[in-house]
């Protein structure tokens, strides 16, 4: 009976924090400006914008936050360091999206109950602006966005902000040329429908990721039947498969081989089919056909 620890140390997304900045900065400059349109034009549809871009904004200072906890060393206390803040953090940055939600649908029926007059023109730049703040920000992190959680999270929110800004200008164009100031509110809730939508992915990976779930993309059975594939390797059991980070993922299983003397190399091809399948920390026990466990669980 033996064990095997696979410690490959992936790096945070370090390359990503000067495009974070460069993002908080443009978002958080609309923010203040659609905001004072917004107050000074009485709409609900840019107030509602610029409170979810301040989300977003609270969201990108957030990531970089998780970035610098997931470089924390590992101590006695916390012997992964803090790489799970990162989960944690993309927990918190789903739920203020949904608070931001809530928000916007009493604001909304509010207005319905008591519509007030807006300048059509004034929403459609301010929004036409968000559009390219919006659009840039999520291709600066499209990149990044298909290997962390969090990053993901930043795009699909500035994806989504893009749309809406679409849809703002399109209700900034209808009063305009129409009077109809209810479609101000209509917005709005359109609005809150879109984040909501973007938002329920996230919440449900983070939900699962915090309670130690098997990570999105990584499937136990095939990962099992691709573990039996490898020489020497006669069943697998006792799988367990949870995440350490957002971009982390580790293992732990029992490994049944023909001949122990086979363990030095069934490990070695282990660890690295298993890094290709995204899993980077694996914790292996070896042993024989009718060997029994004392060490570990049965």
């Not at 029992?254 to 298993?274: F, G, P, R, S």
Request: aromatic content about 6%; glycine content about 6%.
């Amino acid at each position: 009976m033996s064990h095997h620890h696979h410690h490959h140390h992936a790096e945070p997304a370090n390359g990503l924090s000067w495009i974070f900045i460069l993002s908080i900065i443009l978002n958080l400059s609309f923010v203040i400006i659609e905001a004072v349109i917004g107050f000074w034009q009485d709409s609900l549809s840019l107030l509602s914008d610029a409170g979810h871009n301040l989300s977003d904004v609270l969201s990108l200072v957030l990531v970089l936050v998780a970035f610098r906890l997931a470089k924390v060393h590992s101590n006695n206390r916390f012997t992964y360091g803090y790489k799970k803040s990162t989960v944690l953090i993309s927990l918190l940055n789903a739920i203020i999206l949904l608070v931001a939600v809530g928000a916007i649908i009493v604001e909304s029926i509010h207005k319905f109950r008591t519509p007030v007059e807006v300048n059509g023109a004034a929403i459609s730049w301010t929004a036409a602006v968000g559009i390219v703040i919006n659009g840039a920000t999520a291709l600066l992190l499209m990149r990044g966005q298909k290997h962390d959680l969090n990053v993901r999270g930043a795009f699909l929110h500035m994806a989504a902000d893009t749309l809406v800004s679409v849809g703002v200008v399109v209700s900034g164009i209808v009063i305009y040329y129409t009077g109809w100031y209810v479609i101000d509110p209509i917005i709005s809730l359109v609005i809150a429908a879109v984040i909501l939508v973007s938002t329920w992915e996230l919440l449900s990976d983070s939900l699962r990721l915090s309670l130690d779930g098997t990570p999105e993309g990584i499937e136990v059975t095939e990962i099992r039947e691709l573990m039996l594939k490898q020489p020497h390797v006669e069943d697998v059991h006792h799988i367990h498969i949870w995440a350490i980070s957002t971009t982390e993922n580790a293992l732990t299983a029992h490994i049944v081989v023909d001949e122990l003397q086979n363990e030095a190399e069934v490990k070695h091809m282990l660890k690295h089919t298993l890094a290709d399948a995204g899993i980077t920390h694996a914790t292996l026990e070896t042993e024989t056909d009718g060997c029994v466990c004392e060490e570990l669980s049965c």
